[in-house]
């Protein structure tokens, strides 16, 4: 059978490879979301590394500004902030390669690496000022995220919007932290 017939049957593609024509699929989801999970709960222990050591009594000794919330609300604040990071870069690994994918990616990794850093400047190094100098350009990592996010997938740019929220409230935490024990 000649191939230019008008009924000749094209080739199957090899197992795993996207049939001609037909649009590059993103990352599998299952894969996906053991990357997302394992880089946000890696970035969480390692966190959680840096700071419990240093809760009691170094934390616990600083002066504090009035706004500062009780030790109990940070673990299921930052265990919901973990989960929504994970479920907003799930959404975007599942994504097909298009325009801003590669960057939104990048972006999440840098600001989640800022994250964990900022635990072990804060905490570890036992230093406010480390601490400002690291959240500030954290925030600003978050918000352009969320946003190269929202761009890509709407539910994955407001997946970060907690966690921009939180930043920025940290923030001034931080700030009033190193400011009354400067």
């Given at each position: 059978?000649?191939?230019?017939?008008?009924?000749?049957?094209?080739?199957?593609?090899?197992?795993?490879?996207?049939?001609?024509?037909?649009?590059?699929?993103?990352?599998?989801?299952?894969?996906?979301?053991?990357?997302?999970?394992?880089?946000?709960?890696?970035d969480s222990l390692l966190g959680q590394l840096a700071t419990f050591p240093n809760l009691?009594?170094?934390?616990?000794?600083?002066?504090?500004?009035?706004?500062?919330?009780?030790?109990?609300?940070?673990?299921?604040?930052?265990?919901?902030?973990?989960?929504?990071?994970?479920?907003?870069?799930?959404?975007?690994?599942?994504?097909?390669?298009?325009?801003?994918?590669?960057?939104?990616?990048?972006?999440?990794?840098?600001?989640?690496?800022?994250?964990?850093?900022?635990?072990?400047?804060?905490?570890?190094?036992?230093?406010?000022?480390?601490?400002?100098?690291?959240?500030?350009?954290?925030?600003?990592?978050?918000?352009?995220?969320?946003?190269?996010?929202?761009?890509?997938?709407?539910?994955?740019?407001?997946?970060l919007l907690p966690l921009a929220l939180w930043v920025a409230y940290a923030t001034a935490?931080?700030?009033?932290?190193?400011r009354l024990n400067g």
């Amino acid at each position: 059978m000649n191939a230019s017939a008008p009924n000749a049957i094209p080739a199957s593609p090899a197992p795993g490879q996207p049939v001609p024509g037909s649009p590059v699929p993103g990352m599998p989801p299952r894969r996906a979301a053991l990357i997302a999970v394992a880089l946000v709960f890696f970035d969480s222990l390692l966190g959680q590394l840096a700071t419990f050591p240093n809760l009691v009594p170094w934390y616990q000794d600083l002066a504090k500004p009035w706004f500062t919330p009780p030790n109990f609300v940070f673990g299921p604040a930052w265990t919901l902030l973990y989960a929504l990071m994970a479920l907003a870069f799930w959404r975007i690994l599942i994504l097909p390669p298009q325009p801003g994918r590669s960057l939104a990616i990048g972006l999440f990794l840098a600001q989640l690496a800022l994250n964990v850093v900022w635990s072990f400047a804060f905490f570890a190094a036992h230093s406010p000022l480390l601490g400002l100098i690291d959240i500030i350009p954290q925030e600003l990592l978050v918000i352009a995220t969320a946003l190269a996010f929202w761009r890509l997938d709407r539910l994955a740019g407001l997946c970060l919007l907690p966690l921009a929220l939180w930043v920025a409230y940290a923030t001034a935490l931080n700030f009033e932290v190193w400011r009354l024990n400067g």
